[in-house]
């Protein structure tokens, strides 16, 4: 039975005040056309030319080319759809530009372009369904015209388009808090763990191949001495029905977090499952290091396991933890593994260049009130981005409700 006041769709229920309309019955589509390359310019020059997603942010494309003659061009706030693989990136045209063969431009007639811009972001899987090719997919102009819109009127599409921007636009002031505090951080580190707090004597000293200024009370060692490298593997005499929760590099997200780990019997895990990682050990992969998938194990188990992707770190008596890890985050770690990477497709270092690379070593107390500051820096980073996937879960379950008619708007109110 259909729910009162609702009609059924193919794409589901939607209010009876509603209409379900193809594309083409409220927009203006305009596929793209790619002009001469030697049309294009880096200077500056005649329209800013967008060719694809690749030019695609959060909501507006990034310039950084401009075409003199071109063939296809869309206006201010039209949306930008690819048509080419990936089918469906949706942006919208921050001025009037060029646009290449692999965007169309949507311009609503007597529509909020808002609301389309939405509504295609929701109903993205669905478009991508008609997409066509085996090699490379693509759509085209029937299809997008085709496309069929949950069309509610005017006054409501720009109240919905009013809701979803403004939750949109506190997902981009978060963004900025948090690129903020990452910057904060990369300049704490940079000074910290270098010039320390509160010293005004250095001496110049020669690490990893770069000349540093450091205090003149700080000692360098390698990372050797003042730790343990991969101290535990899983015995090879380990029952196979041993449940065992495993690391792999994948596991870490991009605040050095574990984010997932997965449970195997030891019988079935990777063959690459073999580290035994303890609390406060420090594991750092030495697969693509310049991702810096590394971490610190802040729980006490048994039977966690990581990838031999991977160097564990324990730290011995004389070495904070934290300071360890903050170290193999810092640039001067990352770009001296990158000099010393072998290999093509999945360039890595061993665990000697880990073990024989020299780190600055203040004195304990001096080192767990660096690793206070910069935890609590990364305590700010992880607080807002919880709030911002706080309000990516909030827009997901709005866009859902009010473009289906789920739930309706109060339109006497301005938008």
């Known amino acids: ?30 596929m793209g056309s790619s002009p001469p390359s030697s049309t294009y310019n880096e200077d500056g020059d005649g329209l800013p030319f967008f060719q694809g997603n690749a030019e695609f942010g959060s909501l507006y494309p990034e310039e950084n080319q401009w075409c003199i003659d071109p063939q296809k061009v869309a206006d201010k706030d039209n949306i930008l759809i690819s048509v080419r693989a990936p089918v469906g990136d949706i942006n919208i045209a921050p001025y009037r530009c060029c646009i290449g063969r692999g965007l169309a431009a949507i311009e609503g007639e007597e529509t909020s372009n808002k609301f389309i811009y939405y509504y295609l972001k929701q109903f993205n899987p669905k478009l991508q369904s008609y997409s066509q090719g085996s090699t490379f997919s693509s759509i ?27 939750v949109d636009k506190s997902i981009e002031k978060t963004d900025e808090v948090i690129e903020e505090t990452k910057e904060l951080k990369k300049g704490l580190m940079q000074e910290l763990l270098t010039k320390g707090i509160g010293h005004s004597e250095f001496k110049e000293v020669n690490i990893n191949g770069k000349t540093m200024s450091l205090p003149v009370n700080w000692d360098v060692k390698m990372l050797k001495n003042v730790t343990q490298i991969n101290k535990n593997n899983i015995s090879t005499s380990t029952p196979e029905d041993y449940e065992i929760e495993y690391i792999d590099i994948s596991s870490i997200n991009n605040i050095g977090k574990i984010k997932e780990t997965t449970f195997y019997n030891y019988g079935n895990a990777p063959s690459r499952a073999k580290r035994l990682v303890n609390i ?40 904070e933890t934290e300071y360890i890890y903050y170290f193999v985050w810092s640039n001067h770690f990352v770009n001296y593994m990158k000099r010393l990477m072998r290999g093509t497709s999945y360039p890595a270092v061993n665990k000697n260049d880990v073990a024989n690379t020299f780190i600055p070593v203040p004195p304990l107390e001096e080192q767990q009130k660096i690793a206070s500051i910069l935890s609590s820096v990364d305590t700010k980073i992880k607080k807002e981005e919880e709030y911002k996937a706080k309000l990516e879960r909030l827009k997901k379950g709005l866009m859902q409700k009010l473009l289906t008619g789920e739930i309706r708007v109060n339109t006497d109110m301005e938008v």
């Open 280 to 319: 406060d050990d420090v594991i750092v992969s030495t697969v693509r290091p310049y991702l810096k998938s590394f971490s610190i194990i802040n729980e006490d188990k048994e039977n966690l396991v990581c990838s031999t992707g991977f160097a564990v770190l324990t730290p011995k008596s004389n070495m």
């Open 140 to 166: 085209n102009k029937k299809v997008l015209e085709t496309f069929f819109v949950n069309y509610p009127p005017l006054p409501e599409q720009k109240k919905i388009a009013s809701i979803l921007s403004s």
């Open 1 to 30: 039975m259909v729910k009162e006041g609702y009609k059924k769709t193919k794409y589901g229920l939607i209010p009876d005040s509603w209409d379900f309309l193809q594309l083409k019955d409220i927009a203006k589509v305009n």
